[in-house]
């Protein structure tokens, strides 16, 4: 497999060196997209395989963030500044909905954190998972 990447990369340079010295044509673009393609997803596989995949590290820190929301009463209340300038950072909203003795917390977590208004679309930077807990009053 990156043998046969290697020989992508090495077409993909052919293709934009001939782009680049003035041989523009919808064919030639086509190509030099789809062997791009071809390398994300085999760089992609090759990461996975060795568990360091995009979405390895995303269920990772996924996991992570689960875990630490357990106790979301100590992080929130240890220091009050910080908690509310971390949770700015990854929810746009959270959400408390009384349930008898309990709270039910739900929001949205961007997992990267930052701003998540951007334009999106398939090479999107950013990930949000719903998380919803409940918390003794």
Do not use: Y
């Not at 293709?15 to 760089?43: C, F, M, N, P, W």
């Not at 106790?71 to 009050?80: E, K, P, S, T, Y």
């Not at 334009?119 to 930077?125: E, L, N, Q």
């Amino acid at each position: 497999m990156r043998n046969k990447r290697e020989k992508l990369k090495a077409e993909i340079s052919n293709l934009a060196t001939a782009i680049a010295e003035g041989h523009k044509s919808a064919a030639l673009l086509d190509q030099l997209g789809k062997r791009e393609r071809e390398v994300d997803e085999i760089s992609e596989e090759l990461l996975a395989a060795d568990g360091r995949g995009l979405d390895a590290r995303l269920q990772e820190i996924e996991a992570f963030v689960q875990k630490r929301l357990q106790d979301i009463r100590g992080l929130l209340f240890a220091d009050v500044p910080r908690a509310k300038a971390e949770l700015s950072k990854h929810c746009t909203a959270i959400t408390l909905t009384p349930e008898g003795l309990t709270f039910r917390i739900s929001g949205d977590w961007n997992l990267l954190g930052g701003r998540s208004d951007g334009a999106g679309g398939p090479v999107c930077t950013t990930r949000t998972t719903e998380f919803s807990f409940s918390l003794a009053a």
